[in-house]
């Protein structure tokens, strides 16, 4: 079924953002997914975010693989660059094209099929690049174009719709990502928009690979009894002892925040929001503690959400290598080939 455009009147005047652009400058074809899709839900959280951010549609360069998950790129942003690749191989286009651009805005779409099963060595080394980008996984445990098997994240006697229970170990992408040296990562529900749009800023705002798990749940195959990845499940199990919220680039804000208690704190708009301290011995800038802290709830069968590890001084992919800060397709011909005189040199650097 082809995408289908939307109209592109608005009912009543739009509120603008910095640039003077409205929310329906960030949308993109309608969806043509299942109604009630939790895709859907993690679309509109993108929306907002990059509204809210007043980032420049051209810079914005979004990338799938195959699945439904896939599908969403064409749902958001219809004046971004867009590469929709083969099954598993979106962390291999991210890369090149960060490699050539790195002054575009990064975020990749992919599902828990596209990156765990056919894509997880693709993702193992963007991961282990730090690629500065949004790498977000819309994970609903099955294969959702091809009748609902289960995924690689299918928990242990997690039901199917049709058929026995799953038997096989699953994997968790955030311990993944973490265990591997992911510099960013968090993980959220596609029913909590509230929760979600902070995240999505902040990971937009990171300098590196910004990993972030959505449970998303399969409405039509992944939505009964006995599933574990069920918006009823997901919302009865969810852990949300880690509050997420972001602020732009202002003048610094303060406050005390004592621990087990509630803080309110004015925002330059004026809004509030409320902050909860993180659990007793949490520390999201320890790899140890956050593995040990997804492996306890794990453990009593609860999902935790919200940012669980940030490394802000991990060198991305270009420090490490150490690129040029002008992006390459923006450099000259003589900067790109500076003649035989400068090859001879490098060759000489050799012996």
């Given at each position: 079924?082809p995408?289908?455009?939307?109209?592109?009147?608005?009912?009543?005047?739009?509120?603008?953002?910095?640039?003077g652009?409205?929310?329906?400058?960030?949308?993109?074809?309608?969806?043509?997914?299942?109604?009630?899709?939790?895709?859907?839900?993690?679309t509109?959280?993108?929306?907002?975010?990059?509204?809210?951010?007043?980032?420049?549609?051209?810079?914005?360069?979004?990338?799938?693989?195959i699945?439904?998950?896939?599908k969403?790129?064409t749902?958001?942003?219809?004046?971004?660059?867009?590469?929709?690749?083969?099954?598993?191989?979106?962390?291999?286009?991210?890369?090149?094209?960060?490699?050539?651009?790195?002054?575009?805005?990064?975020?990749?779409?992919?599902?828990d099929?596209?990156?765990?099963?056919?894509?997880?060595?693709?993702?193992?080394?963007?991961?282990?690049?730090?690629?500065?980008?949004?790498y977000?996984?819309?994970?609903?445990?099955?294969?959702?174009?091809?009748?609902?098997?289960f995924?690689?994240?299918?928990?242990?006697?997690?039901?199917?719709?049709?058929?026995?229970?799953?038997?096989?170990?699953p994997?968790?992408?955030?311990?993944?990502?973490?265990s591997?040296?992911?510099?960013f990562?968090?993980?959220?529900?596609?029913?909590?928009k509230?929760?979600?749009?902070?995240?999505?800023?902040?990971?937009?705002?990171?300098?590196?690979?910004?990993?972030?798990?959505?449970?998303?749940?399969?409405?039509?195959?992944?939505?009964?009894?006995?599933?574990?990845?069920?918006?009823?499940?997901?919302?009865?199990?969810?852990?949300?002892?880690?509050?997420?919220?972001y602020?732009?680039?202002?003048?610094?804000?303060?406050?005390?925040?004592?621990q087990?208690?509630?803080?309110?704190?004015?925002?330059?708009?004026?809004?509030?929001?409320?902050?909860?301290?993180l659990?007793?011995g949490?520390?999201s800038?320890?790899?140890?503690?956050?593995?040990?802290?997804?492996?306890?709830?794990?453990?009593?069968?609860?999902?935790?959400?919200?940012l669980l590890?940030?490394?802000?001084?991990?060198?991305?992919?270009?420090?490490?290598?150490?690129?040029?800060?002008?992006?390459?397709?923006?450099?000259?011909?003589?900067?790109?080939c500076?003649?035989?005189?400068q090859?001879?040199?490098?060759?000489?650097?050799?012996?």
């Open positions: 079924m995408s289908i455009i939307k109209p592109s009147i608005p009912l009543i005047p739009l509120a603008k953002n910095d640039l652009l409205t929310i329906r400058n960030y949308e993109g074809s309608m969806s043509t997914l299942c109604a009630g899709c939790g895709h859907d839900s993690i509109a959280a993108i929306i907002r975010s990059f509204f809210e951010m007043s980032l420049p549609p051209e810079r914005i360069a979004k990338i799938s693989g699945g439904c998950s896939s969403t790129p749902y958001f942003v219809s004046g971004a660059h867009g590469f929709n690749s083969v099954h598993g191989r979106m962390p291999s286009i991210a890369t090149g094209a960060n490699a050539a651009n790195r002054s575009s805005i990064y975020i990749g779409i992919s599902g099929g596209d990156s765990l099963s056919i894509g997880a060595g693709q993702l193992v080394h963007a991961i282990r690049r730090n690629v500065d980008m949004v977000l996984i819309e994970n609903n445990g099955v294969y959702g174009l091809t009748k609902g098997q995924s690689a994240t299918a928990d242990v006697g997690s039901r199917a719709k049709k058929g026995k229970a799953n038997k096989v170990t994997i968790d992408p955030a311990l993944l990502a973490i591997l040296g992911a510099s990562v968090a993980r959220s529900f596609s029913g909590d509230e929760q979600l749009v902070p995240i999505l800023k902040a990971a937009i705002s990171h300098r590196g690979f910004a990993l972030i798990d959505v449970i998303s749940p399969c409405v039509q195959f992944n939505n009964h009894n006995g599933s574990t990845k069920s918006y009823s499940y997901v919302r009865e199990h969810e852990l949300k002892d880690i509050e997420t919220s602020v732009g680039e202002f003048s610094e804000i303060t406050a005390d925040l004592t087990g208690n509630l803080t309110s704190v004015t925002l330059h708009d004026g809004s509030e929001v409320v902050f909860r301290s659990p007793a949490y520390d800038h320890s790899r140890e503690s956050a593995i040990a802290y997804i492996n306890g709830a794990v453990a009593r069968n609860e999902i935790p959400t919200g590890f940030i490394d802000e001084q991990a060198p991305d992919m270009h420090q490490v290598l150490e690129t040029t800060s002008e992006a390459l397709v923006d450099l000259s011909y003589e900067s790109l500076p003649g035989g005189g090859l001879e040199k490098f060759n000489q650097s050799f012996k």
